[in-house]
């Protein structure tokens, strides 16, 4: 189902002095009028704040299914299922598929049970790509600033970009979703907001040819009726956790206590607080030209003994975590890099079953891998770093076997917060304090 119809802005009602204008002719808006003065068109979009947000995410819509759809006419009133192949499940079904109760990953055979008469067509990832990069080089256009989550969405910064396009962005992306249609032959749904959080959930609240606006001032009531899966990182799983302990949306989490929630459920409690109550300050940042964070240092006198080399590796893994938590990424992959005293270079790596941002995740991993290490060699350099870097997003999911992981996640959070008070040296930990760490 399309969920178009539970966006109830929770603001004061349009009236004469609402900005606003026709996604058709873009022609402005004024008044209460359903459909454009001009054109007739009844897809307005009208937004106290419409002339004030300069984030967005844009997705495609059924972007598989929308190309071949393009390429074969005949497909255009038939519901078309792309899938199949070795895993046997549905990547992507057209919105009439969907009316019938296909969906992404539902094994084929249900879907074919569900819509027998469904076209099915297996993926081709090359053509995909290569219209993903079209879309994307229109992005580019629009803003240096063009952060991809996948090859069919984006988040992109338009703030500062109103003297180049001569309009602000929400004129600016309208123009945009035309042009793919018109260029692409797909098209395109448009969040528009103030930050990550709410314009990749607006984007998705009037597919497909969306075009949906949160602002700063209805985020809290907009988001307190929803379910928690709302909230970015809260699958199946965890909402299920959460519906044990009675919480089922986010206006429950909006009247929790961020402690209580760090205290309950880790470092997945920071972000529960926070974007419930709409607070998300990640950046969009450009195709992020980093490949892997890392830290390391070189010791005045060779050091072969783990303790010695332990209190170092904390305070390098503090350094790493704390730029992946500035910067808004995480890796999945932690690397322990090593030189011996005869200049040889030693890397470990160990992927994670999740992306981490953790100071205590990536110094616990490097730790197993340091003692592999310690065996009475004498190094002159250590390194810790992670790489297969992505958006912290999904990044340190709560731990429901180690509860102690969640405790420290907890304690690190506190720890960041006196540091960003404080100074960076405020606190020290039991592993960094009187160790021989580079100061
Ligand atoms: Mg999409």
């Excluded at 549905?90 to 969906?103: L, M, Q």
């Excluded at 879309?135 to 109103?162: H, K, N």
């Excluded at 395109?188 to 949160?214: E, T």
């Excluded at 880790?266 to 972000?271: A, H, T």
Aim: net charge positive; charged share 30%; glycine share 8%.
């Amino acid at each position: 189902m399309l969920r178009c119809s539970t966006f109830v802005p929770a603001m004061a009602p349009a009236s004469d002095k609402t900005p606003g204008f026709c996604r058709d002719c873009l022609a402005e808006q004024k008044g209460e009028a359903r459909r454009c003065h001009a054109c007739g068109s009844p897809r307005l979009v009208r937004h106290q704040e419409l002339y004030d947000l300069t984030l967005a995410h844009i997705d495609c819509d059924a972007f598989y299914a929308a190309v071949e759809k393009r390429d074969n006419p005949e497909l255009a009133d038939k519901p078309v299922i792309i899938g199949g192949g070795k895993r046997g499940v549905v990547s992507t079904a057209c919105y009439i598929a969907r009316i019938h109760g296909v969906r992404s990953a539902m094994p084929m055979f249900k879907a074919l049970e569900a819509c027998p008469q469904a076209v099915v067509i297996r993926p081709d990832m090359e053509k995909y790509v290569a219209v993903g990069r079209q879309v994307r080089a229109l992005m580019q256009e629009l803003t240096p600033l063009v952060q991809p989550l996948s090859i069919d969405e984006a988040f992109l910064e338009l703030g500062g970009t109103e003297r180049l396009h001569h309009d602000p962005p929400a004129r600016t992306l309208a123009k945009f979703a035309r042009r793919v249609e018109k260029e692409i032959g797909i098209t395109v749904s448009v969040g528009l907001s103030y930050c990550k959080f709410l314009a990749k959930v607006a984007s998705d609240l009037q597919k497909p040819r969306g075009f949906s606006v949160i602002g700063r001032e209805e985020a809290v009531a907009f988001l307190a009726p929803r379910p928690v899966t709302t909230i970015w990182g809260v699958g199946k799983a965890f909402a299920a956790t959460l519906e044990a302990d009675g919480i089922r949306t986010v206006g429950q989490l909006q009247q929790m206590e961020e402690n209580d929630l760090m205290r309950r459920y880790g470092s997945i409690g920071q972000r529960l607080s926070r974007l419930s109550r709409g607070i998300d300050d990640r950046e969009v940042h450009a195709n992020d030209p980093a490949k892997s964070v890392s830290a390391e240092t070189t010791f005045f006198d060779d050091i072969s003994r783990y303790d010695d080399l332990v209190p170092i590796l904390r305070n390098l893994s503090e350094k790493v975590s704390w730029r992946l938590k500035k910067s808004g990424i995480a890796g999945r992959t932690v690397v322990l890099k090593m030189k011996t005293a005869d200049f040889k270079s030693r890397t470990r790596n160990r992927r994670l079953e999740d992306p981490t941002q953790l100071a205590d995740k990536i110094f616990r991993t490097g730790l197993d891998l340091l003692e592999k290490e310690t065996d009475g060699t004498k190094f002159r350099l250590i390194g810790i770093g992670v790489t297969d870097l992505g958006d912290a997003g999904r990044a340190d999911p709560p731990d429901l076997i180690d509860r102690q992981s969640g405790r420290r996640a907890a304690a690190e959070a506190a720890m960041d917060k006196l540091r960003d008070k404080f100074g960076k040296g405020t606190v020290e930990t039991g592993y960094t304090f009187g160790g021989k760490g580079n100061r």
